[in-house]
């Protein structure tokens, strides 16, 4: 796992600054995860109602997977469109935003290994869908998005993690 990009984004300017506040939450962080573009934007949303209400900072991380075929410093994606994309993602989350996109093989590792076990893992993923064949019901595991799954693990793991929800 290496660090690719860390780039530190500025909220927009219509909306204001979060009033000072006691030096107990000054370090409190929120760790937005990168899912999906409505997930995440719908995960970002939460963040930052919670960021401005607490005064802590948001830190948008992005674990992006290369394949075992690439060698690791050259993923599929090249890194300047990444950060692009990822720089107008965190625009809309209002507050003070860090993106951080780390080239990895393993996304739960990278993220246990990177997140800062005392922050707030706040994951956006889209609705369960309940299926109607009965083969379903006798396999709990089915029962769960990949994002919830990587949410449960992320608790198992001692993180506190909200869960968002899309439609």
């Known amino acids: 796992m290496s660090l690719a990009v860390e780039k530190l984004l500025v909220p927009k300017a219509e909306y ?3 009033p000072a506040i006691g030096e107990a ?3 409190l962080k929120i760790a937005v995860i990168f899912t999906s573009v409505e997930s995440t934007l719908k995960a970002l949303q939460a963040a930052g109602e919670m960021a401005s ?4 900072r948001i830190n948008l991380v992005v674990p992006q997977v290369v394949a075992y075929t690439l060698p690791l410093e050259s993923p599929p994606v090249l890194v300047q469109f990444s950060e692009d994309r ?6 809309q989350s209002g507050v003070e935003t860090s993106v951080q996109i780390y080239l990895c093989r393993d996304r739960l590792e990278t993220l246990i290994s ?3 076990a005392d922050s707030i893992v706040v994951l956006g993923g889209p609705k369960r869908r309940w299926p ?16 919830e799954r990587l949410a449960w693990r992320l608790r198992l793991t001692g993180f506190e993690v909200l869960f968002k929800e899309t439609e």
């Open 16 to 18: 204001p600054v979060p």
């Open 25 to 27: 939450h000054q370090d």
């Open 53 to 56: 209400s607490l005064g802590a």
């Open 86 to 91: 990822f720089r107008a993602i965190a625009a």
């Open 114 to 116: 990177v997140l800062d």
């Open 132 to 147: 109607w064949w009965p083969s379903f019901w006798k396999t709990p595991s089915l029962w769960k998005t990949k994002e």
